[in-house]
């Protein structure tokens, strides 16, 4: 039998002589790891898929006709890691790696304490591209893409920067941070701060908890309504000059504050928890909501 990790290798007297246990133990233990690449021709605008089921997913463009997915499998023993399949097919132009944790899991009783393994895939894609990564339990990271990008994870933060097109985050826990994007932004955090910036048409930002913040970059113009709202914390809306919108924010606790740079037309209503206004020549709303905390429109 096979003795608890804290007394293998432990000498023990039992009336007489002393016993020694023969169970071998690793005091200090480092992740076993192996890597793998897979690598794909296509053309055009290919669309890739990247999924694990617990670790880190990264992409980054580069200027060839190539889809590089590098695989890093970790785990507290090899036979974890070796259990970790591996799905790569390609159809035409649509590419799919997937790194799969086996239906059951092994126990290894009094050898190893907290068994666990995970999967990193870090992909190189062209530089136009439609992406969908996800994984179960991990940071997403995304860089200088252009096309439709979807970044979920179920617990981790995810960081873009330098993507134009169609951008769609989700985390169940953590924070989302959007840097240099252009186009339509949707972005939900089960509980984290959001952060997004660029030249922005269609934003829709939702936080259960958390600040958010948005900086639309001067040259933004919406091509829709916008709706930014958290259930706990303050929204700070920067807006460049000569920015069409109407304004609609309400908190529930806190107060609405309206740049008087904007010249708008409106007022406050219902103590300060309330502000509508009309910026420019007003063809789309600003929807905000905060559960509680205070709401800043103000000019870059």
Request: charged content about 25%.
């Amino acid at each position: 039998m096979r003795l608890p990790r804290a007394l293998a290798g432990v000498v023990v007297a039992v009336g007489g002589p002393l016993l020694l246990s023969a169970c071998v133990v690793q005091v200090e233990s480092s992740d076993y790891t192996s890597r793998d690449e897979k690598k794909f021709t296509v053309s055009g605008t290919p669309d890739v898929t990247l999924v694990t089921f617990d670790g880190a997913v990264e992409v980054r463009a580069w200027d060839r006709p190539e889809v590089v997915v590098e695989i890093e499998k970790a785990g507290s023993v090899k036979e974890l890691v070796d259990a970790i399949s591996v799905v790569a097919e390609q159809d035409g132009n649509r590419v799919r790696v997937e790194a799969r944790e086996p239906a059951t899991r092994e126990w290894h009783v009094g050898m190893f304490t907290n068994p666990s393994r995970r999967a990193r895939l870090v992909a190189s894609v062209p530089r136009t591209c439609n992406v969908l990564a996800h994984s179960g339990d991990g940071s997403i990271q995304a860089e200088r893409l252009r096309g439709r990008v979807e970044l979920r994870t179920g617990d981790g933060s995810v960081r873009a920067i330098d993507l134009e097109g169609e951008l769609k985050v989700e985390t169940g826990d953590g924070s989302v941070k959007l840097q240099d994007v252009s186009g339509t932004v949707d972005a939900t955090s089960g509980d984290g701060s959001i952060f997004a910036a660029g030249h922005l048409q269609v934003v829709h930002l939702r936080t259960n908890d958390g600040t958010v913040s948005v900086n639309a970059a001067a040259g933004s113009a919406m091509r829709a309504a916008w709706e930014i709202s958290t259930g706990d914390g303050s929204v700070v809306l920067s807006l460049p000059d000569k920015f069409d919108a109407e304004i609609d924010a309400t908190t529930g606790n806190g107060i609405v504050r309206l740049d008087t740079a904007f010249g708008a037309q409106g007022a406050p209503g219902n103590d300060g928890r309330a502000l509508r206004a009309r910026l420019g020549t007003a063809a789309h709303v600003i929807r905000i909501h905060s559960g509680d905390g205070a709401i800043k429109i103000r000019r870059n």
